[in-house]
């Protein structure tokens, strides 16, 4: 098992354009939250997806929007990109079950907004 | 509203010498703590969840309510300790992580 997996590895966009990641969550996992790492700050959650629905949601604006498909894995939108959204996106899956809430870490897309 | 504070940006220890990373936590529910390590290069993982009560690579945290601290400790460092450290608060019923601004630990030979 690969683990949380995440494409592309690096991303350089120019402000206004939009940009698509996309995870795919450890083998047993049906749960993908996302989360955004500023330079020198610790992740902030951007969403949670589970059953193909956002289940909850943190303090992001409208232009980051996700998808979860049918096999779990899923894909971060964010539309009118502004430099301030240059970062480390991280994904990372769990299982269902309430007593197994651990979070596992993909190793991240590191978006350059220019 | 929820908030983890990790009051060091750095800490540096000699090889051998006591670690204790500090973490403070805001939160009116019942806390489900973690931490987490980066290791140079390599993604997030978990080191520890308070709930499991284990001890991972020597190292040790245990969750005080009465100061809302879930601080990490190891007795001896090691130079492969060498890593970023985050302390994560579960909330949103359990949906939700909110992490501290973390920690990076250097051990010194």
């Known amino acids: 098992d690969a683990g949380v997996t995440q494409s592309p590895t690096h991303l350089i966009k120019t402000r206004g354009q939009q940009v698509t990641l996309r995870c795919s969550p450890k083998?047993?996992?049906?749960?993908v939250s996302w989360y955004q790492q500023a330079l020198g700050q610790g992740p902030q959650f951007i969403f949670q997806?589970?059953?193909?629905?956002?289940?909850q949601r943190g303090n992001f604006p409208d232009r980051f929007s996700g998808h979860q498909f049918p096999n779990y894995s899923s894909e971060l939108n964010v539309n009118a990109l502004l430099l301030g959204d240059s970062a480390l996106y991280l994904c990372?899956?769990?299982?269902?079950?309430?007593?197994?809430?651990?979070?596992?870490f993909g190793p991240g897309t590191r978006l350059t907004v220019l | 509203a929820q908030r983890v504070t990790q009051p060091e940006k750095l800490l540096s220890v000699f090889k051998g010498a006591p670690v204790e990373l500090k973490c403070n936590y805001s939160?009116?529910?019942?806390?489900?703590l973690f931490w987490y390590v980066q290791y140079s290069r390599q993604r997030l993982q978990l080191l520890l969840r308070?709930?499991s009560r284990e001890s991972i690579k020597g190292f040790t945290a245990d969750l005080n309510k009465g100061e809302t601290s879930f601080h990490l400790k190891k007795p001896f460092a090691q130079e492969e300790d060498s890593a970023m450290y985050y302390c994560?608060?579960?909330?949103?019923?359990?949906?939700?992580?909110?992490f501290g601004t973390g920690t990076q630990l250097k051990v010194e030979l």
């Open positions: 990372a899956s769990s299982p269902a079950d309430r007593d197994k809430v651990t979070q596992y």
């Open positions: 083998s047993g996992h049906d749960t």
């Open positions: 997806y589970y059953e193909e629905e956002e289940r």
């Open positions: 939160y009116s529910g019942s806390p489900e």
């Open positions: 308070h709930i």
């Open positions: 994560a608060l579960l909330t949103g019923g359990g949906n939700k992580l909110t």
